[in-house]
């Protein structure tokens, strides 16, 4: 059994201590079990401490089922005693984050009567899931800033270990788990209670900022994703930017960036739409130019045909599906092939063509008499029409 100094001491980050027990991984991993630790196992949503052991990098912490804590290392630590040294500003980046959890779960409870019945802490955001009905925007706004509040009053996180028989539990969010009986409860005074092995802040004050950042439906429940403190204040910083960043290339301000973001969108969509009809139009005008220099394969009018644009080439396979007896291999020059028979023509151009693109590279798909194809740039596209032409004419004969 390891001693879990980080349960009484999440703040200090330097420690002695004595190797008990050592095993070789793969490479210069190793795994180093330790009689004491400062160092957090990842466990209850929240992940796991990095830091060094003597000149050993670790970049994972697991509990064991025998109550040991096993840190996995990249280098050798020799035996005897070592020194460990945590990664603070990954350990109080998870104290922010898991303290944060506690206090925007209490505020969904509060505000909307919303439980939360899992937690995962992430490298960037963190989530938790929510159960009941009642969730939405407005639900999530009360929430956040209820929680924010909370963080205002700065109060205290109190920790104590209370055997279950003294505990009071219509106070506490979730039970204590089966078998235990001295509890770990972690309190944000007057406000939430919950058993937890987690680390976290004195006061709901260092947590900075709780921001609620998306929600989506999982399942049976809604999963908000969050950030707090450091996390939350960098994800501000990175968006204000881009914010900025557009407005200024827009020559607009940040409040009338969404005004102006919706009239260029919609003036871009009238411009697609435009140049498409004037594609179409250009593609009809020069079918019977591209008809002219089709081969004849029995019955049948084999075009090949390449340009620049690949909207022309498309619209053109359109165009000449509406010809009798006509098969289409059109390639652009930025890699797009389409290939398609006229409505009255029974050959399978998808089959071919999706396998020849794989071959070169590329990819695709299609059904029967019709295909669209991707190549990487346009080095290949006379292969593709090649070897389609070669198919066809194989086929037709």
């Known amino acids: 059994m390891t001693q879990k100094l980080y349960l009484d001491q999440p703040y200090e980050t330097v420690f002695e201590a004595t190797v008990v027990a050592t095993r070789a991984l793969e490479g210069e991993t190793h795994e180093v079990v330790l009689d004491r630790t400062l160092f957090y196992p990842e466990s209850g949503g929240q992940l796991a401490d990095a830091g060094a052991l003597g000149s050993a990098r670790v970049t994972d912490v697991r509990e064991a089922e025998d109550d040991s804590v096993v840190h996995v290392v990249q280098g050798k630590v020799p035996?005897?005693?070592?020194?460990?040294?945590?990664?603070?500003?990954?350990?109080?980046?998870?104290?922010?984050?898991?303290?944060?959890?506690?206090?925007?779960?209490?505020?969904?409870i509060e505000t909307a009567g919303l439980p939360t019945v899992s937690f995962h802490m992430g490298d960037e955001t963190c989530t938790i899931d929510l159960e009941g009905s009642g969730f939405d925007e407005a639900a999530a706004r009360r929430a956040e800033e209820l929680a924010n509040r909370i963080v205002e009053e700065n109060r205290p996180i109190d920790v104590n270990m209370v055997p279950v028989a003294d505990l009071d539990r219509t106070e506490l969010r979730r039970k204590v788990p089966e078998g235990i009986a001295i509890a770990r409860i972690v309190s944000v005074r007057d406000f939430d209670a919950i058993p937890c092995c987690g680390t976290h802040v004195r006061s709901t004050g260092e947590l900075g900022l709780v921001k609620i950042l998306r929600a989506e439906r999982v399942k049976q429940q809604n999963r908000v994703h969050f950030k707090v403190g450091?996390?939350?204040?960098?994800?501000?910083?990175?968006?204000h930017a881009i914010v900025q960043t557009l407005a200024n290339r827009l020559t607009t301000s940040a409040g009338d960036l969404?005004?102006?973001?919706?009239?260029?969108?919609?003036?871009?969509?009238?411009?697609?739409?435009?140049?498409?009809?004037?594609?179409?139009?250009?593609?009809?005008?020069q079918k019977p130019l591209v008809l002219q220099g089709a081969s004849r394969v029995g019955v049948h009018r084999v075009v090949v045909y390449r340009d620049a644009d690949a909207l022309l080439v498309r619209a053109l396979a359109t165009e000449l599906q509406s010809e009798p007896g006509?098969?289409?291999?059109?390639?652009?020059?930025?890699?797009t092939?389409?290939?398609?028979?006229?409505?009255?023509?029974?050959?399978?151009?998808?089959t071919a063509?999706?396998?020849?693109?794989k071959e070169?590279?590329?990819?695709?798909?299609?059904?029967?008499?019709?295909?669209?194809?991707?190549?990487?740039?346009?080095?290949?596209?006379?292969?593709?029409?090649?070897?389609?032409?070669?198919?066809?004419?194989?086929?037709?004969?």
Do not use: N, P
């Open 353 to 357: 063509a999706t396998a020849a693109a």
């Open 79 to 108: 035996g005897g005693s070592v020194a460990g040294k945590v990664d603070w500003v990954r350990r109080f980046d998870h104290m922010q984050q898991h303290t944060g959890q506690h206090v925007l779960s209490r505020a969904f």
């Open 230 to 239: 450091q996390r939350a204040l960098d994800d501000y910083r990175e968006k």
């Open 258 to 285: 969404l005004q102006k973001v919706e009239r260029l969108t919609e003036e871009s969509q009238g411009a697609s739409k435009r140049a498409k009809q004037l594609v179409g139009r250009l593609a009809s005008m």
């Open 337 to 350: 092939v389409v290939c398609a028979t006229s409505r009255d023509v029974e050959l399978d151009l998808a």
């Open 326 to 335: 006509t098969i289409a291999l059109l390639g652009a020059d930025d890699g």
């Open 360 to 397: 070169l590279g590329g990819s695709g798909g299609g059904k029967g008499g019709f295909a669209q194809l991707k190549l990487e740039g346009g080095a290949r596209v006379d292969e593709l029409l090649k070897r389609m032409q070669a198919y066809v004419a194989a086929r037709l004969s």
